[in-house]
């Protein structure tokens, strides 16, 4: 498996506090990537980074902010967590756009 | 954005029957990649097509690309216990990020 860490790998928190969710690698892969992964919908993009402090939203980043400050860290920040946002997120990286995309092993959010 | 359409949903089969896996799109992909994602756990690639007509084989697993790189298929033959998850396509469209289908959930009823 790919060097990748999640953390926490499961939280549970109030409607309304924030949450950060880390993930840590050890590839110096260039992309790195938030999903979330809900029954029925997949794998949706939240916000993906191709370089230090470089970030781009994805199909659902409503809610979710993003930030990286070194090649191997990438944090993704819900500002006031909802009842919606519970739901598993993944980390990913890959070398290039279009490439191999390695997972890391998910964190598990509940929102209540 | 560009979007791949992965059927069917679900797939339940009795072990030892074949299983099949489809993902569609539009226009012209520059390559695919197939991904397995076991109950709990996270997707982990399988494999890459590139070729026009590709036909790559993995044991048991056959996967085709499209003459016209429109269309590729995961085929199993004979499933296993083993095969369970959740299957999932990701299409790239040139130098962009892969887009994800949406997954085929393989169950198999011993």
């Known amino acids: 498996d790919a060097g990748i860490t999640q953390s926490p790998r499961h939280k549970v928190t109030e409607t309304g506090t924030p949450v950060t969710l880390r993930c840590h690698q050890t590839?110096?892969?260039?992309?790195m990537y938030w999903y979330r992964q809900d029954p029925g919908h997949g794998l949706r993009l939240i916000h993906y980074?191709?370089?230090?402090?470089?970030?781009d939203k994805g199909e659902v980043s409503d809610g979710y902010s993003v930030s990286r400050s070194k090649t191997e860290d990438f944090l993704l920040t819900l500002e006031s967590a909802t009842s919606s946002q519970t739901s598993v997120y993944f980390c990913?990286?890959?070398?290039?756009?279009?490439?191999?995309?390695?997972f890391g092993e998910g964190s598990w959010l509940t929102v209540v | 954005g560009q979007q791949v359409m992965q059927i069917p949903q679900y797939q339940h089969v009795q072990e030892g029957e074949d299983f099949t896996t489809y993902c569609n799109s539009s226009?012209?992909?520059?390559?695919i990649q197939w991904y397995k994602q076991r109950p709990g756990g996270h997707p982990v690639f399988l494999i890459q097509?590139?070729?026009?007509?590709e036909v790559k084989k993995q044991k048991r697993l056959t996967f085709q690309f499209g003459e016209a790189k429109k269309n590729s298929s995961l085929h199993i033959t004979a499933t296993q216990t083993t095969d369970v998850g959740t299957y999932f396509c990701?299409?790239?469209?040139?130098?962009?990020?892969?887009?994800f289908g949406t997954g085929t959930r393989l169950t198999i009823i011993p």
């Open positions: 980074s191709y370089g230090v402090k470089d970030t």
């Open positions: 990913a990286i890959s070398e290039a756009a279009g490439n191999t995309i390695y």
């Open positions: 097509l590139v070729k026009s007509g």
């Open positions: 590839e110096n892969h260039r992309y």
């Open positions: 990701a299409a790239s469209f040139g130098n962009e990020k892969l887009t």
């Open positions: 226009t012209t992909l520059s390559n």
